[in-house]
């Protein structure tokens, strides 16, 4: 009979406080170049989770078990009662115990399923909304900033871009003879071809040649010519839609209401996904089920742009001195 002898050594498990295993965190999603829009949600939403953690003696990552992230999930669903907001700081906890569980902190893996929302209707701008703010302003009495308003009104109509987009774009990003805009800075880091309708192009060509906008600078910039923030374009939308007399000041809706038109003219969802840059057909298909070969081919018909100013002749043609 073999005598096993107790073994003397023991293994020493690491504890990593909570805290110290979120900054492991977001250093490696910094390391992975996210950008700093995602690196502060994840900051956001982690934190109540830490919170809870220490109000139940739960401080170390070794202690997070199954049954805590499900009393945590209950403490959600008490304290918050809207089921967005709750599925947010989920997403946001899961990608963090998918780390812990790639860097073996986390033994086994703890799955979190989001919450089933109610999907609602998305705030969109109206017909008579539209008319509004596209009314072109007076050339001649008009300021920059006025005139940069409305283009950039017509631009997100017309294209649905993200603000976070539209701020980075530069002159040299548009091809106005193809009728693209080339979208540099995304969401999901890749870039992608936003095209523009022959209206829309008039529209760029036009205010690109009486501001003498150059190559370099950014399409819709400040008055003195530097990069606007999302806070300052947020804040010159909602003055400009306002003192047109229209009540929706969302900028995020501008976005709501072209992919609601594209749908309604039957526009191809795959085709949406690339205009609207998504990196799957989840988000596009909440459009589709809302509102139930090129990118450029076909997208006259289902340009916003393109209807409101068909066979008007407010749209006028640059006369320059290149061919005198």
Same mark, same amino acid.
Not at 243 to 256: D, E, M, N, Q
């Given at each position: ?36 829009? #995602? %690196?502060?949600? +994840?900051? &956001?939403? /982690?934190?109540? $989770?830490?919170? *809870?953690? =220490? ?29 967005? #907001? %709750?599925?947010? +700081?989920? &997403?946001? /906890?899961?990608? $963090?115990?998918? *780390?812990? =569980? ?223």
């Amino acid at each position: 009979m073999i005598n096993k002898k107790e073994c003397r050594f023991k293994r020493v498990v690491e504890k990593k406080k909570i805290e110290e295993a979120i900054q492991d965190f977001l250093l490696d999603c910094e390391v992975r170049s996210l950008s700093k829009w #995602t %690196i502060d949600f +994840y900051k &956001r939403t /982690l934190k109540p $989770f830490v919170f *809870f953690g =220490k109000q139940n003696s739960v401080e170390y990552v070794n202690d997070i078990t199954k049954e805590m992230v499900n009393k945590y999930i209950a403490h959600l669903k008490d304290s918050i009662e809207n089921t967005t #907001t %709750i599925n947010t +700081y989920l &997403r946001g /906890l899961r990608t $963090f115990l998918n *780390f812990l =569980k790639k860097e073996e902190f986390l033994e086994n893996e703890i799955e979190i399923n989001m919450l089933k929302e109610e999907e609602k209707i998305k705030e969109t701008y109206s017909d008579e909304d539209i008319k509004k703010l596209l009314k072109k302003p007076d050339l001649k009495k008009c300021s920059f900033a006025e005139y940069r308003n409305w283009v950039l009104v017509n631009y997100l109509l017309e294209t649905g871009n993200r603000l976070s987009s539209v701020i980075n774009i530069k002159v040299s990003d548009v091809d106005l003879e193809n009728g693209i805009v080339t979208i540099k800075h995304s969401k999901n880091k890749s870039h992608y071809f936003s095209p523009i309708s022959n209206t829309m192009c008039k529209i760029l060509r036009e205010y690109i040649a009486t501001w003498n906008l150059k190559e370099d600078d950014y399409l819709f910039p400040s008055q003195s010519g530097a990069q606007m923030t999302k806070n300052t374009i947020e804040k010159a939308i909602r003055d400009y839609n306002k003192k047109r007399g229209v009540k929706l000041t969302s900028i995020h809706a501008f976005r709501h209401t072209f992919a609601k038109n594209y749908i309604k003219t039957n526009g191809n969802p795959f085709k949406l996904k690339q205009l609207l840059g998504h990196k799957t057909l989840e988000i596009t298909n909440r459009y589709v089920r809302l509102y139930s070969e090129d990118l450029k081919k076909d997208f006259e018909e289902h340009s916003i742009i393109e209807k409101f100013y068909k066979g008007s002749k407010r749209i006028s043609k640059i006369k320059t001195n290149q061919n005198k």
